[in-house]
């Protein structure tokens, strides 16, 4: 069975600095493209980072790139999202998701703010100002 297991959401003052973990099991996380999304009350889901696990490639969201960094530990299948200089407004609840997309694909789809495929149950962020 496949599963992504969010957690690491806590809430924080601004400027502070979280990292939210994706565990996954049931599948191989290097045959999968792994990303992060958020979803703030009354607002679209947004995309914001994702990597390809089997080379290490990377991409951000506009809004993001500089402030969080997204890795992995392919032992521990294992996905990370590291957040500094937190934002009132990154304030949401934050999700990761597999998909097994093509490189470009997968980046136009994340910026799009959906993934077709598995999806963890989110974990909250709050950012206090």
């Known amino acids: 069975e496949v599963q992504l297991v969010e957690s690491g959401g806590a809430l924080v003052q601004t400027g502070g600095s979280l990292r939210l973990s994706c565990a996954t099991s049931?599948?191989?996380?290097?045959?999968?493209?792994i990303g992060w999304f958020r979803q703030a009350p009354g607002k679209a889901r947004e995309g914001l980072s994702c990597?390809?696990?089997?080379?290490?490639?990377?991409h951000y969201v506009n809004s993001v790139n500089g402030r969080f960094t997204i890795s992995h530990n392919s032992a521990k299948n294992t996905v990370y999202l590291q957040m500094n200089m937190l934002k009132p407004e990154d304030t949401a609840v934050y999700y990761c998701?597999?998909?097994?997309?093509?490189?470009?694909?997968?980046?136009?789809?994340?910026?799009?703010?959906?993934?077709?495929?598995?999806w963890g149950q989110g974990t909250q962020v709050t950012v206090s100002s």
């Open positions: 998701a597999a998909v097994t997309l093509r490189w470009f694909e997968a980046i136009r789809k994340l910026e799009s703010g959906y993934w077709n495929g598995y």
């Open positions: 049931g599948f191989a996380l290097d045959d999968y493209t």
């Open positions: 990597i390809s696990s089997s080379d290490g490639d990377t």
